[in-house]
């Protein structure tokens, strides 16, 4: 009798644990808000470039002494030792081929350098850039505006994205006659690559009336964006 009872008990359990559980009903949304963002920052790379034919050293010295007084131009007009940093440096030699003959000629050295400047006032962009080129340097490589760190910029698009999902969501419970019950799983995308907002900056050249280039850095703006996703239990 006992073990009869114990094989009804054993049975009963194997058969609950087999009985599928009821399936959750479910609804998922996505919700997506973003913000405008003027940019914070202003990143500027300049280049010196210099070659002599007889000798690396005077290339070298003479690259040297340009890029000291583009380096010192920079400081002059409101740069901070910290927000200048040299990005590439190198000393090569230079050959053409002449076109009878295929022989190789050599024209003398290269020297190259290039300096990173933050500009973190935007207002002194302008004034960085025409005092690089002032003092020597021979090539701007870029000039970027970006935002810095948008994260702290983004928590506004957060809410309004999550404040757009919730809505979305009451709709279309309303629309297909079921009651929106709590939140079961929130999830939010976040921005690929380094996290940061880049936008090449409008370099435009005015002709002004003395007949100089007066560079004009327009920065615009970025919209940053926060998509989330919520998936609801429905009655």
Do not use: W
Not at 1 to 8: D, F, I, P, Q, R
Not at 171 to 197: C, F, H, N, Q
Request: net charge neutral.
């Amino acid at each position: 009798m006992k073990k009869t009872a114990a094989l009804l008990i054993l049975s009963l359990a194997v058969a609950l644990a087999a009985a599928p559980e009821q399936s959750r009903r479910t609804l998922t949304v996505t919700g997506t808000a973003e913000v405008s963002v003027k940019p914070d920052i202003c990143y500027i790379s300049f280049g010196v470039e210099t070659i002599n034919k007889k000798s690396a050293r005077d290339a070298y010295r003479i690259n040297a002494e340009l890029m000291n007084a583009v380096s010192a131009a920079i400081k002059e007009a409101g740069i901070g030792p910290k927000d200048l940093q040299t990005s590439s440096f190198s000393v090569t030699p230079q050959y053409h081929y002449e076109d009878t003959g295929h022989r190789r000629v050599f024209d003398g050295y290269r020297v190259y350098q290039s300096l990173d400047v933050n500009v973190r006032d935007l207002e002194k962009a302008s004034a960085v850039l025409d005092a690089g080129m002032e003092a020597g340097a021979t090539q701007v490589n870029n000039v970027t505006f970006a935002v810095e760190n948008p994260k702290k910029y983004t928590a506004d698009a957060r809410v309004e994205a999550v404040k757009a999902a919730q809505a979305k969501a009451q709709t279309m419970a309303d629309l297909t006659g079921v009651k929106l019950g709590k939140p079961i799983t929130i999830s939010e995308s976040e921005p690929s690559g380094s996290g940061r907002y880049y936008a090449q900056a409008n370099v435009a050249f005015d002709r002004a009336a003395g007949g100089e280039d007066t560079p004009s850095l327009e920065p615009g703006e970025f919209k940053l964006s926060r998509t989330v996703y919520i998936t609801y239990e429905i009655e």
